[in-house]
């Protein structure tokens, strides 16, 4: 545990030590460094391939789900996105230095609300590798420095990543430090690496529920959370059918194993007995298994009951949990009893009721006639996302660069004195 503990605090204050020095590096160094790192991303395609396919045979032997195997998985078009994903950062505006707010007062002080990096972020993260090449790009970006703890299941994944980076900074002057790899899947890692407040600034958890909320409960460091993801489509009566069946059918299939997939359908009384019967038997052609309350299953018998326990479920696989619903106000109420705050999505022609909607369910991203699978960075146009937080307080939704900015007042005068 103390050889763990000096591991882990080496890094840590490496890494502070670095964030002074990359929090004055411009933003053309910084975009040189974003830009080497893609283009080396792209030449190793075939490098990173063979090392994730290490972690994909690891996983298969675990008898792990196929929706969690395909958040581990990379190929070409996966690798390819996140070199893109950082050359759409580097198209973005550096929010450093950026004015907030500008106020002269009566007695002539200028006060400037200005943006200036956290400092040193720790990320706690599992199974997706991309959340490596994704908060390495935003943080530097921001003028932050990393400290990356992955998960075991993507060990050698992670490790060639984190190699292909630091070949790219190192080659573009960025200061030694600013991404720090915790090369370690010792659990009490984790334990150790957030209680180190005098080193790093800010923990943003992504993973499993018990994983966050351990964190939650034990950080000595401020937590920005990316809470689970029980996003929810309402099907209203005055759904149009065809979006309906689409939108569904996206939210839930296109890629299960995400957080922003769909995990409850619910749907308008007046339209289920027409709609649910071929909207089920399409997710069953897609091998989707149906959790239906009382209602649904006397309208579509062959499916299995749905419990309690099934409407808080985040499944992450190709399961859904079906409801009927008397009303909007019934909608809402669900959303709000079994819901994480995350992304829920409306189908509806009529405006008055999608305003409704917008206005009264609480989550991070709310949808009218769309699916819930665009809550992501690169689809919100910030290159990539840290994580999508489902908290209220600094961040919500999904994080881009500004939202890894905290600010100070610079203060210009001539002389005044307080009277």
């Known amino acids: 545990m ?99 707010e500008k106020t002269v007062r009566p007695n002539g002080l200028i006060i400037e609300k200005t943006r200036v990096p956290i400092g040193v972020i720790g990320i706690i993260y599992e199974s997706r590798p991309n959340v490596t ?40 002057g960025i200061p030694n430090g600013c991404v720090e790899f915790i090369d370690n899947t010792d659990r009490s890692i984790i334990s150790e690496m957030i209680r180190l407040p005098q080193y790093i600034d800010c923990i943003i958890p992504r993973g499993g529920e018990g994983l966050i909320d351990y964190i939650k409960k034990n950080s000595y460091i401020p937590v920005i959370a990316h809470g689970k993801g029980v996003c929810h489509t309402y099907i209203d009566k005055d759904a149009s059918f065809r979006k309906a069946i689409e939108i569904s059918f996206n939210a839930k299939v296109q890629r299960p194993g995400v957080c922003n997939a769909m995990e409850t ?37 062959k499916i299995k009951p749905a419990k309690e326990s099934d409407w808080y479920e985040e499944y992450l696989d190709l399961i859904l949990s079906v409801k009927v619903v008397s009303s909007i106000e019934d909608a809402i109420f669900h959303i709000e009893k079994y819901g994480s705050h995350h992304s829920d999505a409306i189908v509806t022609e009529n405006k008055k009721t999608a305003e409704r909607f917008l206005k009264e369910v609480d989550s991070a991203s709310v949808y009218w006639n769309a699916s819930t699978r665009f809550t992501d960075g690169s689809e919100f146009g910030m290159g990539a996302e840290i994580g999508i937080s489902t908290q209220k307080v600094h961040a919500r939704g999904p994080m881009g660069l500004k939202d890894l900015t905290s600010y100070k007042y610079i203060v210009r005068g001539n002389g005044q004195i307080r009277k």
Request: hydrophobic share 40%; proline share 2%; with cysteine.
């Open 2 to 100: 103390k050889n763990i503990k000096n591991y882990i605090i080496k890094k840590a204050e490496k890494s502070k030590n670095a964030s002074k020095k990359l929090a004055l590096i411009s933003t053309d160094g910084k975009n040189r460094a974003l830009s080497r790192i893609a283009g080396l991303l792209d030449r190793n395609s075939n490098i990173i391939i063979s090392e994730n396919i290490k972690d994909i045979k690891a996983a298969e032997k675990n008898k792990v789900s196929s929706a969690l195997i395909d958040r581990l998985r990379l190929d070409e078009k996966r690798i390819h996105l996140m070199a893109d994903g950082l050359r759409q950062i580097v198209e973005l505006p550096d929010p450093v230095g950026e004015i907030c």
């Open 133 to 172: 090449v994704d908060s390495v790009g935003l943080c530097l970006k921001s003028g932050n420095c990393t400290v990356l703890r992955g998960g075991s299941e993507a060990i050698n994944s992670n490790r060639i990543l984190v190699d292909i980076i630091s070949q790219g900074t190192y080659s573009s």
């Open 265 to 301: 359908l619910l749907v308008h009384k007046d339209i289920a007995k027409v709609y649910l019967p071929i909207m089920i038997e399409k997710f069953k052609d897609a091998k989707v298994e149906i959790r239906g309350d009382r209602l649904t299953k006397k309208i579509v018998n």
